[in-house]
């Protein structure tokens, strides 16, 4: 029984994978239903705005945030800073 379910859940992420993956560090244009993958060494960070502490890096990784719609960004912030609610 879990040999079976072991085979299934294999077959189906080996058949998903080829459609899911769009490869090349975010380097292709993406569009709705489409996503990238960045390797750590890939994330275009930039400076943060003054509105973060000093040393804060800001990486719109989809989307414009100045823009309506969806947008995914990563913050990277100093040793010790507190996120408030």
Do not use: I, N
Not at 23 to 32: A, D, L, Q, S, W
Not at 38 to 50: F, L, N
């Amino acid at each position: 029984m879990k040999r079976a379910a072991a085979l299934v859940v294999l077959a189906l992420s080996l058949a998903a994978s080829p459609l899911a993956v769009t490869t090349g560090g975010g380097t292709e244009k993406t569009g709705p239903g489409t996503w990238a993958l960045y390797t750590p060494s890939e994330v275009p960070w930039r400076d943060g705005p003054e509105s973060l502490p000093a040393g804060a890096k800001v990486a719109v990784l989809e989307g414009d945030p100045s823009k309506d719609g969806f947008f995914t960004m990563r913050l990277l912030l100093p040793d010790g800073y507190r996120v408030a609610p």
